[in-house]
């Protein structure tokens, strides 16, 4: 019982230690008690995380209901089967295939300003200061250009509303869903996400909305989008939530690393001046061809228009193999099955776990080293031992926008500046929800 309780304890403090003291005694499979999930079977191995994805028992979204006071009930992360499937071709196009380059205008706004209200010498969380660029960006590209008070005013409403779940105890604990207004801290919430619900039914009652949404409006008007009211809110909120953080905890580590490593980062500087030099003698060229999209049937880690970013990409990959922001996906069991020799109970959790598979040191050498030129030339045969984004039918519905606008703002930040690390100590894996980010965010200085 003690050791069920320390395990717990343990998972949700830190549970990279955790997974490295499992690692370093060979395991890369195994079972845990841990809290909300009861027992659950890890795996790093690529053959059992090969089956799992095939394996029709194992489903996800189940892992996920203690957010539906938070998402709704429609939103892609708690949808199972036939409706999760047709939301994902809603909005799949929005994130996957539209057109990416569109995004990078807005990318790059948003940096500029961000640097502009950093002056030499500042210290900041390089955490929080991208989560800024990609909360501002994610709100133009769902809601379009709002004008400067109704862009902040969104801002406030989404901030408001995920303040009021930074302790997931609330939506775990059902006791605690007890609502006494303003002075409960389920009270908070449900004001909070109200205000932000009626902000995008503003809209939704506006017949000339922009951005992603305005553009599911004129479909449905069109006739070639089945969506309600309800589902809409239900998916912006979602994309509000999951399309910034992950993103900016991912920006978090990549800064931890590359600024620890000071050839890797003058290689990463040089490519990204000589993509610069390629970029302006390239729109001097009228004959450039179009660029490629991604294919969604396929969907591939490489950027086609990217492509010159190679060592800032591979730097970036290397990153989320060594700090996965997501530790593990969760596939829940709908009837008895089987992973490899392991039996599972129907109700039983599988969680693909990243954190292990991307350090197993029979598929990465060195696996604890950040060794930026690794994803230069990826193999085939790490697809089931690299996944920071998940896998199979629940890929994240963001993977191709998150990549893209991280090299952006990668190359323009390293590009513009330059920038240490102002951390006294190292910045170690914390958890924050249900993600682990670099303890202190980590703190940067800008130089120049
Ligand atoms: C570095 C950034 C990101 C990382 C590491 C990341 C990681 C993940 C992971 C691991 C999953 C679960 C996949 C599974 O269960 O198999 C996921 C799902 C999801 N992500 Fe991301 N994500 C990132 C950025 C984004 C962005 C920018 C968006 C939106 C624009 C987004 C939207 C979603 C959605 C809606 C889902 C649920 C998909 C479904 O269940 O069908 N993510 N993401």
Not at 89 to 99: C, I, N
Not at 208 to 215: E, K, N, P, Q, R
Not at 237 to 251: I, K
Request: glycine share 8%.
């Amino acid at each position: 019982m003690l050791t069920r309780i320390r395990t717990g304890l343990d998972w949700l403090r830190a549970p990279c230690a955790l997974l490295d003291a499992r690692l370093a005694k060979g395991g890369l499979t195994f079972r845990l008690d841990l809290p909300v999930m009861g027992r659950s079977l890890l795996t790093g191995d690529p053959a059992l995380i090969a089956g799992i994805v095939r394996n029709k028992e194992l489903i996800g979204g189940r892992g996920t209901q203690a957010l539906r006071p938070v998402v709704g009930d429609h939103s892609l992360i708690v949808l199972e089967g036939a409706r999760h499937e047709r939301h994902r071709t809603l909005m799949l196009p929005h994130f996957f295939t539209g057109d990416m380059t569109a995004h990078d205008v807005l990318t790059r706004k948003w940096v500029a300003r961000a640097l502009e209200a950093q002056p030499p010498l500042s210290c900041f969380s390089g955490m929080k200061f991208t989560a800024d660029i990609t909360l501002n960006i994610i709100i133009e590209v769902l809601f379009g250009a709002l004008g400067p008070a109704r862009h902040e005013h969104a801002v406030g409403l989404v901030r408001k509303w995920l303040g009021s779940f930074t302790n997931p105890a609330i939506l775990f604990l059902k006791p605690l869903q007890i609502n006494l207004g303003e002075r409960s801290a389920w009270g908070r919430f449900l004001n909070n996400r109200t205000a932000l619900h009626r902000f995008i039914e503003d809209l939704l009652a506006k017949p000339d909305s922009g951005g992603v949404l305005g553009t599911m409006m004129r479909q449905r008007r069109a006739g070639t989008a089945d969506v309600s009211d309800a589902e809409l809110v239900s998916q912006m909120v979602t994309f509000l939530m999951f399309g910034h953080d992950t993103s900016a905890a991912a920006m978090g580590w990549f800064f931890h690393h590359i600024l620890q490593d000071p050839r890797a980062l003058a290689d990463v500087r040089g490519e990204i001046d000589l993509c610069r030099t390629n970029a302006s003698n390239a729109l001097a060229d009228p004959e450039q061809p179009d660029l490629e999209q991604p294919d969604p049937e396929q969907p591939d880690l490489e950027q086609p228009d990217l492509e010159q970013h190679v060592l800032l990409r591979s730097a970036i990959h290397e990153s989320m193999r060594l700090s996965p922001v997501v530790v593990h996906l969760t596939r829940h069991a709908v009837a008895p099955t089987a992973v490899g020799d392991y039996q599972i109970a129907a109700g039983e959790r599988v969680l693909p776990c990243m954190y292990l598979a991307q350090r197993n040191p029979a598929v990465f050498d060195q696996p604890d080293r950040f060794i930026a030129r690794r994803f230069v030339n990826p193999k085939p045969e790490w697809r089931h031992s690299y996944f920071p984004f998940g896998l199979g039918n629940r890929l994240c519905a963001g993977m191709p926008f998150a990549l893209r606008q991280m090299v952006l703002i990668a190359s323009e930040m390293l590009g513009n500046c330059n920038f240490e690390l102002a951390n006294a100590a190292p910045a170690k894996p914390v958890r924050n929800m249900v993600l682990i980010v670099p303890s202190g965010g980590p703190l940067l200085r800008r130089l120049a």
